[in-house]
């Protein structure tokens, strides 16, 4: 398989564009206040300042905020943030390391479209770097390192939290059918120089298919597994036929 088709359709692949945030209604009481979600940039804020302080938690959320923010981050955006994290709050019950699962997802695509095509190890030297100058735990910034370099293949992994972690990114493939297809759109927008995209995206959907099951975790995959096997079988048939 061509390497580097099949590197480039995988992060085209592997994150999230929609939050599903439903809050369970009391079947009599109702409730006419919204409940209230952080958000990334708020959280991941709160996180750093615990370490150090508000002003270096907002110099580096300000920092984050810029890289994400780039004209040509169709996809890879702030957005693409908000939806990870929301995400990652359905199955926070099941986290064992909330923090570094956060700082991880703030981190796992500040470097993107690197010339050398590095960029989960980039990402994750920024967030390293960032994280040794305020005290974060050794065994926590190991952990944000590991998380961000998961992101590169979404192997299943021994750790509980790099599988949810995964998954959470993942779970764009599940979504509703026009969700999907926002996605795809906005991740041609992104990737539109790319040469033969059509070819090298069908070889991972199709490495996908092939999977035994896509997601590695029973929280993501009773809820995305058949829609997200539908979805990619519908994308495939819409590619031109490969030469």
Known sequence: MNQIFFRIS????LAGTVHFVGAAQEPVQKNTQKARVPGPGKEFQQIIAGYSNRATAKKYWKEL????????RHYHNIEHLNNFYHQLMLCQAQVKDWES??????????IYNSADRRDEERSAELATSRLSKIGFPQ?????????????KTHAESSNSDINLFNDADMSILGQD??????????????YAATPNFDAGRKKVLNYFLSMKQIFK?????SRYETAARANIAWEIATLPISE
Request: glycine share 2%.
């Open 10 to 13: 995988l992060i085209l692949l």
């Open 65 to 72: 905020a810029s890289l994400y923010s780039g004209a040509d």
């Open 101 to 110: 699962l956060v700082v991880a997802m703030v981190y796992h695509d500040a």
């Open 139 to 151: 065994e926590k910034t190991d952990l944000v390192k590991a998380l961000v370099l998961a992101t």
């Open 177 to 190: 059918r026009d969700t999907y297809i926002r996605y795809t759109r906005n991740v041609r927008l992104e």
């Open 217 to 221: 975790t029973a929280f993501f995959s």
